[in-house]
């Protein structure tokens, strides 16, 4: 058997107030393509599959279009479950009629874990869906206070899943959570505040695969058959250097035989770029992707005109501008009140002055403030 494994489309993502809606219908089109083309057993859509609990009308459209090309005219299976970033109730509206089409939406979790049953050459492999469920959640579902972790959660619903399981035959466990160990980016919100939001995979050994959702990087988790597919596309600066895609899964007689990483192109890419302001400018011109997402890390010494401006007429789609610092300047900011107080005049005038131009004052421009004070505390001013 083969499936496609893929995860964290975040539709409807709104980035630096820029929808990303093209850029997703963009690469939707680009992996219909490939499953046309490789005509695997079945897709699986591991979690947060909107950016919104209440998705916007084009963010629905396009699931409704993927959904259409997939299991309506390919006549591949689908299964997707919700992330923490789905509304459980909404994503699997109309779930029960869809199924019959055999797409298998499951927004919420039920005390039994029911398995999807496909079937390839080799007979029967079972799907375990475990759409994301709070620890809060799970005490109530389960009516068992002691679940305070998504451990706790994991833990409960693997056991339940290994008492009904027949033997014997091959399992996928699709689910969405933070496995310890795994890469993270900026991207991604949290699961929940402290330690209790990270699971160990060794609670995940007894299953042939498992789906993951939630990373956006693709990776193995100490296991190739323990996998994050990855998000679609790049979603924060921090992902810069992955390579975004889906995964292809492949299963033979005993279960795991191998993987795949296809990757996907996007309509724009997402880039880091740094250097004087001229200078950035000045390669504009032969820069063949100059509608990328930009963010830009400038060099420069001293103040800058309206530099956004001048970097969106040559990219467009420049984002964010990051001034880095050539030295160690203090950044006057981050100071209480009370520690600026406790400043003299030049040392105050030296850290805005670091703040503002990236360096510190030199020999002279030093001697030059301190010069200035003087003569203003002669003068009665008293600035000190």
């Given amino acids: 058997m083969r499936f496609i494994h893929t995860a964290d489309w975040h539709l409807g993502r709104i980035f ?47 699931l409704a279009d993927f959904i259409n090309q997939v299991a309506g005219l390919l006549n591949i299976p689908i299964i997707i479950i919700s992330g923490n970033h789905d509304s459980g109730t909404r994503l699997s509206f109309a779930s029960s009629i869809l199924e019959k089409a055999n797409v298998h939406i499951i927004g919420k979790t039920n005390l039994d874990t029911t398995a999807i049953i496909l079937n390839d050459e080799f007979g029967e492999v079972y799907f375990y869906p475990l759409p994301y469920l709070s620890p809060l959640a799970a005490r109530s579902l389960y009516q068992d206070a002691e679940i305070k972790s998504h451990q706790d959660v994991i833990k409960r619903q693997v056991s339940c ?46 299953f042939d695969y498992v789906a993951m959702g939630h990373i956006h990087s693709p990776q193995a988790i100490g296991n190739d058959f323990i996998r994050y597919s990855g998000s679609l596309l790049k979603y924060s600066f921090s992902e810069v250097k992955h390579n975004k895609g889906i995964t292809e899964i492949s299963l033979d007689a005993n279960g ?11 309509l724009r890419d997402m880039r880091v770029i740094s250097g004087t302001l001229d200078d950035i400018l000045n390669n504009a011109v032969l820069d ?58 030049p040392e105050l005038f030296d850290a805005f002055y670091q703040h503002v131009c990236s360096e510190p004052l030199d020999e002279t421009q030093t001697e030059f403030v301190k010069s200035i004070v003087e003569q203003l505390d002669h003068s009665g001013t008293g600035v000190n």
């Avoid at 963009?26 to 079945?42: C, G, H, S, T």
């Fill in 256 to 266: 795991f035989s191998s993987c795949q990483h296809i990757s996907l192109k996007p």
């Fill in 161 to 206: 899943i290994a008492h009904e399981h027949p033997k014997d035959k091959r399992s996928v466990l699709i689910m969405h959570e933070f496995v310890i160990g795994a890469e993270e980016s900026e991207s991604e919100r949290q699961l929940s505040v402290g330690g209790t939001s990270s699971i160990e995979s060794g609670i995940l050994q007894q």
């Fill in 288 to 345: 063949p992707n100059v509608d990328d997402f930009l963010c830009v890390e400038l060099l420069d010494k001293g103040e800058l005109f309206d530099p956004m401006r001048q970097l969106q007429e040559r990219y467009p789609n420049t984002l964010e501008i990051r001034r880095v610092s050539q030295s160690s300047a203090k950044d006057i900011n981050t100071q209480s009140f009370k520690d600026l107080h406790k400043q003299n005049v």
């Fill in 16 to 62: 630096h107030n820029v929808s990303l809606l093209e850029d997703q219908k963009y690469i939707l089109k680009q992996l219909v393509n490939i499953i046309e083309q490789n005509k695997p057993d079945a897709v699986i859509i591991a979690g947060d599959v909107y950016d919104k609990a209440i998705p916007s009308e084009g963010a629905v459209t396009l």
